[in-house]
């Protein structure tokens, strides 16, 4: 997967998170983390397509959600397993390198 679409898949899965809050009963607090990680996703990941080091915070996004998922009061299982899984998916992809440079070099002439 190229690195800035790997940023974009993130923004689609930050989305999805988003709007899961929505979907079925969550606890208050899953409610919440759901929904704010959301954004936040969505908006590292487009934030990310710019400035690639800062895919990282959502390598941090990814190990809260499955920390979270477990850590928060549910009301169902599909909202700790949809956390999870989505969790698991933003970190790995987060981890994709930045786009190759397009600088191209010329041999030194003696």
Partial sequence: MAPNSARWVNAVIGVWL??????????ASQY???WIMGIIT?????ISV???????????VGVWLIIS???LPSMMAATRWNNFIV???VGLISLAGSAPST???????A
């Avoid at 988003?18 to 606890?27: D, I, K, N, Q, T």
């Avoid at 710019?50 to 941090?60: H, L, Q, W």
């Avoid at 600088?103 to 002439?109: E, G, I, K, Q, V």
């Fill in 103 to 109: 600088t191209l070099r010329h041999p030194r002439t």
């Fill in 87 to 89: 969790g698991i998916v």
């Fill in 50 to 60: 710019g400035a690639p080091g800062f895919r990282f915070v959502n390598t941090a």
């Fill in 42 to 46: 969505v908006a590292v990941a487009l």
């Fill in 32 to 34: 919440t983390n759901t």
């Fill in 69 to 71: 998922a477990f850590a």
């Fill in 18 to 27: 988003f709007l899961s809050a929505f979907f079925w009963p969550h606890s």
